[in-house]
Antibody, heavy 124, light 106 residues
């Protein structure tokens, strides 16, 4: 059974960098046709895809966030990470990590495993 | 950028059939997925690749996708199905979610 768990600071100051890590257990992040994704949800609002990294290490990001987002893999720790720079109050949200499926260069979405989510608040 | 449009809310009586639509340009040419999210919980995949159900999802959940519209159908709706539902598809190297539909079981 695959499990995902987000970790990181719950409070980030405006203009600083938000950093989160997702630890994956029950499977290797470097094998299979999977897209390891970050998805966020502001309070009372819908889901917004932030970006993902394929098992090969290739990435795709939400165009509206692309200039500020970096997602990376740490295969030695079976983790993947999110960095979002120059944050503002608009980045306050519950951040989920999730596993998606697909072929290299073509995602099926299909987010079948999710973390419990972690609330990140941007405030001074 | 690609957009997926869902009705904000749908109401259904217990035991009846609920249909939630998701519209997008040529959506039928893409794979559509559906997620159920209850308050305070992470989303759960209920339909993938247009019409497939993950293990553990009740048979009353079904999906279709053709033309510009994907539809999630819940037959014999139960009170436990009350939740927010999101459609999702992949377009131009981007995962796109619909705005969500709140299903109310009256």
């Amino acid at each position: 059974q695959v499990q995902l768990q987000e970790s990181g600071p719950g409070l980030v100051k405006p203009s600083q960098t938000l950093s989160l890590t997702c630890t994956v257990s029950g499977g290797s992040i470097s094998s299979g046709n999977y897209y390891w994704s970050w998805i966020r949800q502001p309070a009372g609002k819908g889901l917004e895809w932030v970006g993902h990294i394929y098992t090969s290490g290739s990435t795709n990001y939400n165009p509206s966030l692309k200039s500020r987002v970096t997602i990376s893999l740490d295969t030695s720790k079976n983790q993947f990470s999110l960095k979002l720079s120059s944050v503002t109050a608009a980045d306050t949200a519950v951040y989920y990590c999730a596993r998606g499926s697909g072929l290299r260069g073509y995602s099926y979405g299909q987010f079948d495993y999710w973390g419990q989510g972690t609330l990140v608040t941007v405030s001074s | 950028s690609y957009e997926l449009t869902q009705p904000p809310s749908v109401s259904v009586s217990p035991g009846q059939t609920a249909s939630i639509t998701c519209s997008g340009d040529k959506l039928g040419d893409k794979y559509a997925c559906w997620y159920q999210q209850k308050p305070g919980q992470s989303p759960v995949l209920v339909i993938y690749q247009d019409s497939r159900r993950p293990s553990g999802i009740p048979e009353r959940f079904s999906g279709s996708n053709s033309g510009n519209t994907a539809t999630l159908t819940i037959s014999g709706t139960q009170a436990t199905d009350e939740a927010d539902y999101y459609c999702q598809a992949w377009d131009s190297s981007t995962e796109v979610f619909g705005g969500g539909t709140k299903l109310t079981v009256l």
